[in-house]
């Protein structure tokens, strides 16, 4: 059988009508991952003792009648989501023995629906990149074309799903970390309000920004698994207090009426030319199923990338502290003092991108310069959010290009770090604004690579995102990968 | 002659249950590393939490001591790498605590006169407390111990508003009464509950401008902090005397030597790095929140000075003793419960309990006793049930036993019944016994009236008070003359 480019809700509907086991069903994507892992990269760790067992328990749900829309569905999860008695490593030489005596609330969740877990995803290091390939352990290839990246950080979620090795998969998103590698990929990732899902267990990159979300083969997959994950959590106190709601509620509402907004800037110079004709013929779409497709502005988003790496960097600089090597991880051979052993430990551990982003945060932070960059950039955020604020009195929905580019060559970009942030003009905006957005495919490049386009919306209205996206997914033909 | 300039910064933790991110208990004490949990050790991908009652107890400090309770109030994250702080930042607020613009009163003398003095407060934040390094020294190791690591603290930090070591002890004295009857500290400097950074300068009298100053640290007993500030004017006297400078330095006191040294110079001072934490929303309070709040607050030692004097008619020498400690205010609040004869409870506190207090019998921490039980002591003395003699040993014998005061007065025969009957019986007994001494009596002799009183007392004993003795047996003679 073959499961590749099988929903969750097809799954579903297999398991509980009894064509396939929860254990057939785990075995078949584990044995697509031992095909095809191997050049893919996409997992550090593949659970597939755990996965038996976990399918066991799902089986047991199932044949009592009481499953629940992810019971016995098999689900891969990022590598900087803490699982109680798995490696949980970041991609970091740091953490590459580290076991949390935990689990993430995310992951206790999707546990007591019994889902099986495949396996910890790989990703850029403590999430800072959009190609993975600072992964420590495993750079992980686009499915589209191996010499390609996936885009980063959830790159293994991305490709894994892309590939048919899980039908869905749990990343994070920081600056555009779920919806830009799900664009490369040709997946759809939905990257939720900040708040609504608990970070309890996500090792921090920037707890302001930080969102757990899901990549899946289209957006009603990514709801049914935002479904599971959200709601209010009493050990993350900035999760918010709003009752769990149905995500799915709205699919199928036509989008007739509804008024779409075309911020210019995000279409300007700098934007591929093959992306911009791509999102503005989805647009075209839209209309012609009765939407209203309005144009504005948002002078400040030639600033956003500046402010995201300060806000970014400035509060991973202060999260990364407590990797010293005294407790757990990565601790060097040498050094005679503390100091010398924590700095050892560190210079050892992190890799060149995290060094970067710590001498940078840290940089913005220090006495005296503190105005001028971190203060600024919190000033920044102000006006972003208030041009959001504006530009949602005049529509639903934003649509916007997910990428300037798709998925670009593995040793393009790499020596230019300045250049590699300018590629996230695209996403970081929404996460300064708090905001929910989901990406989805809207064409494919002449070399047949996915572009992505983002559609975003107001705070806790994941459900109409997840609708306008649906809508144009129900009229458009997925390609899947040459690797499959 | 220098004028000292000192301000203080006091850390007093607060007697929350569990610890202020975190679920883990805030108790002291307990194994090492047995009080803690993934949160406050800062694994990777846990969160903070705050503790609603930390906040609530740092508003109830501000309301003691007289500070504006800020509506809008932000915690920051405090970077620094050291053991002992395992997430290398400690959750701390800096541009908005919760508090600010308190006052303290203190009671100061001034050419031999008390007057009072008025401390300003220049804020009170709430901030977590670090863990404790233990150096081995023979196996050439140190170790962590995360128990204190999370547990609540209050900085409360002073304007440059005290001029000498006792000003300053003065201050610490009454901030710990304050915590201390709003019930947020305990206030036990030996256990570290209560920690002082002293910063000092001295100025000359003509001068305009303050000196330059230097930080004395975690200085953690009454005693510690007078010697430092002490040693520090000499220390900076003689550095400008001899026409030096003084530099700003953070220094370190030795208990053992009596003298501070320097830690590290300004130049070498932490850039902490500060900005707003992520993990906890800004805290807002209404008015109603903070009235709730407000409302909670115990009676302050003030507001007990006021009753005692004002309601109960106490002396204000009195007063100021019960008030001096929560926990004999407290006792002589419970006592009065029981008995209320205020003057009497507070004379026997403060002559008999306290003395034996004093002379370290007993703790009022600890005492073996009820504030009931001792209330009922006070009452049967006063009620002549037992005679004030046989109170004081009845009091004795609680601080030794514990037992109650009505089993200690039985089982050693203090309980008097005043039956005049049966003290007529004996006294006649007595006179008939006595017959030529009796004759004495009559004949003028008045110093015989010692023995037969002796007598009767003899037979007496545990029945009726020597009083009572005396005129039946005076009425007696009389009755014979």
């Known amino acids: 059988m073959d499961v590749s480019q099988l929903k969750i809700r097809q799954l579903r509907e297999m398991l509980d009508k009894k064509e396939i086991s929860a254990a057939e069903l785990a075995d078949e994507y584990i044995k697509r991952i031992k095909e095809y892992d191997k050049k893919l990269e996409s997992y550090i760790t593949v659970t597939e003792e755990i996965a038996k067992e976990q399918a066991k328990a799902a089986q047991e749900r199932i044949n009592s009648g009481s499953s629940s829309a992810l019971t016995g569905i098999p689900i891969a999860i990022k590598d900087n989501i803490c699982t109680e008695g798995v490696k949980t490593t970041c991609a970091s030489k740091m953490l590459e023995n580290f076991v949390p005596p935990y689990n993430a609330t995310v992951i206790e969740k999707l546990y007591s629906e019994n889902i099986v877990m495949l396996g910890k995803t790989s990703m850029d290091e403590f999430a800072m990149g959009g190609s993975t390939q600072t992964s420590a352990f495993a750079k992980t290839k686009n499915p589209y074309d191996l010499n390609r990246v996936p885009g980063g950080s959830s790159g293994g979620s991305a490709a894994c799903v892309s590939a048919g090795l899980a039908p869905a998969a749990l990343g994070s998103d920081t600056g555009g970390s779920i919806r830009q590698p799900a664009a490369f990929c040709g997946v759809t990732g939905l990257k939720p309000t900040y708040g609504r899902v608990s970070r309890y267990g996500l090792v921090a990159f920037a707890s302001s920004l930080d969102q757990i979300g899901p990549i899946a083969r289209d957006a009603h997959d990514c709801a049914l698994v935002l479904n599971a994950i959200s709601g209010c959590d009493s050990r993350d106190g900035t999760s918010s207090r709003l009752a769990a709601e149905n995500f799915a509620a709205k699919i199928g509402m036509p989008v007739k009426g509804m008024k779409i907004a075309v911020p210019k800037e995000f279409y300007a110079d700098g934007i591929d030319a093959v992306v911009r004709d791509s999102v503005l013929s989805a647009a075209q779409k839209y209309k012609e199923m009765g939407a209203e497709i309005v144009e504005c502005s948002m002078p400040s988003l030639k600033y956003a990338v500046a402010a995201y790496y300060l806000i970014s960097s400035a509060e991973a600089s202060s999260n990364l502290s407590r990797y010293d090597g005294i407790k757990y991880g990565h601790r060097s051979s040498k050094g005679d003092s503390y100091s010398e052993l924590v700095c050892n430990s560190r210079s050892e551990g992190f890799g060149e991108e995290v060094k970067r982003r710590i001498l940078l945060g840290n940089y913005a932070l220090s006495s005296g310069y503190y105005d001028a960059y971190y203060g600024k950039a919190m000033a920044l955020k102000q006006k972003i959010r208030a041009e959001y604020e504006e530009i949602f009195k005049l529509c639903d929905v934003i649509l916007t290009p997910t990428a300037p580019s798709v998925a670009y060559g593995i040793n393009e970009n790499v020596t230019d770090p300045v250049k590699m942030y300018q590629a996230d003009i695209c996403t970081v905006t929404v996460n300064i604004a708090s905001l929910p957005a989901i990406s989805t495919t809207c064409g494919y490049d002449s070399k047949g690579m996915p572009i992505g386009m983002s559609i975003i919306g107001k705070h806790f209205d994941e459900a109409t995102i997840i609708q306008v996206a649906d809508a144009f997914e129900k009229n458009f033909e997925i390609i899947p990968p040459r690797i499959v | 002659m220098y004028i000292p300039v000192i301000g203080l910064e006091i850390h007093a933790e607060l007697l929350t249950k569990s610890k202020v991110f975190c679920n883990c208990s805030a ?455």
């Open chain 2, 27 to 481: 108790e002291f004490g307990g194994d090492q590393n047995s009080r803690c949990c993934p949160v406050c050790t800062g694994m990777p991908g846990t969160l903070p939490v705050i503790n609603q009652t930390a906040v609530e107890y740092a508003v109830k400090a501000g309301f003691a001591l007289n500070c504006e309770i800020n509506k809008f109030s932000v915690f920051d994250r405090k970077n620094y790498f050291y053991p002992d702080l395992p997430k290398a930042y400690q959750i701390s607020q800096l541009n908005y605590p919760l508090c600010i613009n308190g006052s303290v009163p203190i009671e100061v003398e001034v050419d031999g006169e008390k007057i009072q003095k008025n401390i300003r407060i220049n804020r009170i934040h709430l901030e977590e407390d670090a863990g404790k390094l233990i150096h081995d020294d023979y196996n050439g190791v140190s170790l962590a111990d995360y128990n204190r690591c999370g547990i609540p603290l209050i900085e409360i930090v002073t304007e440059p508003d005290i001029r000498s070591a006792e000003e300053a002890r003065a201050f610490v004295e009454k901030v710990s009464l304050l915590l201390q009857y709003a019930g947020v500290c305990d206030c036990k400097m030996e256990q570290g509950s209560l920690r002082c950074d002293v910063n000092i300068s001295i100025m000359k009298p003509t001068d305009t401008e303050f000196g330059t100053r230097a930080e004395i640290k975690n200085l953690n007993s009454l005693k510690s902090i007078v010697r430092a500030i002490e040693y520090e004017i000499k220390r900076q006297s003689k550095i400008l005397d001899g026409g030096g400078k003084v530099v700003q330095e953070t220094r370190r006191f030795n208990d053992n030597h009596g003298d501070t040294k320097s830690m590290r110079s300004k130049e070498d001072a932490h850039d902490y790095r500060y900005f707003p934490e992520p993990d906890i929303l800004q805290v807002n309070f209404t008015d109603e929140d903070l009235a709730a709040i407000r409302a909670k607050l115990p009676e302050l030692p003030e507001k007990r000075f006021e009753r005692y004097t004002k309601e109960y008619g106490l002396s204000e020498t009195d007063a100021k003793i019960l008030v001096s400690q929560k926990t004999i205010s407290d006792f002589f609040n419970g006592a009065l419960e029981v008995y209320n004869n205020p003057k009497s409870i507070s004379s026997f506190i403060i002559v008999e309990l306290l003395r034996r207090v004093n002379l370290g019998e007993v703790s009022m921490d600890n005492l073996p006793f009820s504030s009931k039980d001792f209330a009922i002591l006070v009452q049967m003395a006063d009620e002549e049930k037992v005679s004030k003699n046989d109170a004081k040993t009845i009091l004795r014998f609680m601080v030794e036993s514990g037992k109650n005061p009505e089993e200690i007065a039985k089982e050693n025969g203090f309980l008097i019944s005043n039956d005049t009957g049966k003290v007529e019986e004996v006294v006649e007994g007595v006179l008939s016994a006595n017959k030529a001494i009796v004759e004495q009596w009559l004949s003028g002799e008045q110093k015989v009236f010692g023995f037969l009183m002796g007598q009767c007392t003899k037979e007496l004993k545990g029945v009726c008070t020597p009083k009572v003795v005396k005129d039946i047996l005076e009425a007696k003679l009389n009755s014979m003359k």
